[in-house]
Structures are given as C-alpha cells and as structure tokens.
Nanobody, 123 residues
Framework: QVQLVESGGGLVQAGGSLRLSCAAS????????MGWFRQAPGKEREFVAH???????SYADAVKGRFTISRDNAENTMYLQMTSLKPEDTAVYYC?????????????????WGKGTLVTVSS
C-alpha cells in the first residue's frame, strides 16, 4: 500500500510559480505510473500531468509548456513545477500513483491518491 502526501500549494499571483511535491511512503513508487490531477470549485476532476518512469511525461493541453512533472526516485517523491500560473489554474491538486494506464483517462489507472493541496491564483 502507498500513502501519498502533497505539499507546496498556496496563494500566488497570476504569472507566478509554485512547486508542488508529492511524498510517497509505504513502498517505493518508481515502478508506478504517477500523475497530477486537479479539481476546481464546481468542476470535475481533470488530468494535469502523467509520468511513467523518469522521462515519459504527458500533459493536458491547458498546462503544456507551463507545467513540468518530474520525480526523484531516491526521495520517493514526485514534483509538479508550475510556472506562468493563471487564475484558471486555481484548484485542489492531487497526486496519484497506479500500475494501469488508460490513455485518455489516466485517473482510471490510479490506485492511490493523496488528499490534495490547494493552489489559488489571483489576478
């Protein structure tokens, strides 16, 4: 079993940057696909970024070019570097890990989820 804890959320002005971290415990997650998802108020949870291994990232169109997903297997931690933040990026961000991959719906392949960290971007 894997436990995931996000950190790094907060309040930032539009155009600013934040780096989210997802610390995993219980077992190593290097063998898992991992991803970031977000849910804005009144909206469905949506895909943000996904990574298999250490160098196979995928991004939602809304964040591509602005966000970077990465992981440090030695630290058993995943990151989401967010730059050029926009008000529409405001959401609770969740990290997740899983062993199954569903292209077009990455959330379906995720077995473990963190509780989320709130990112608020002001205009």
């Amino acid at each position: 079993q894997v436990q995931l804890v996000e950190s790094g959320g907060g309040l930032v002005q539009a155009g600013g940057s934040l780096r989210l971290s997802c610390a995993a415990s219980g077992r190593a997650v290097d063998r898992y696909a991992m991803g970031w998802f977000r849910q804005a108020p009144g909206k469905e949870r949506e895909f943000v970024a996904h990574i298999v291994g250490g160098d196979n990232p995928s991004y939602a169109d809304a964040v591509k070019g602005r966000f970077t997903i990465s992981r440090d297997n030695a630290e058993n931690t995943m990151y989401l570097q967010m730059t050029s933040l926009k008000p529409e990026d405001t959401a609770v961000y969740y990290c997740a890990a899983g062993s199954r991959i569903f292209h077009g719906d990455y959330a379906r392949g995720m077995d473990y989820w963190g509780k989320g960290t709130l990112v608020t971007v002001s205009s």
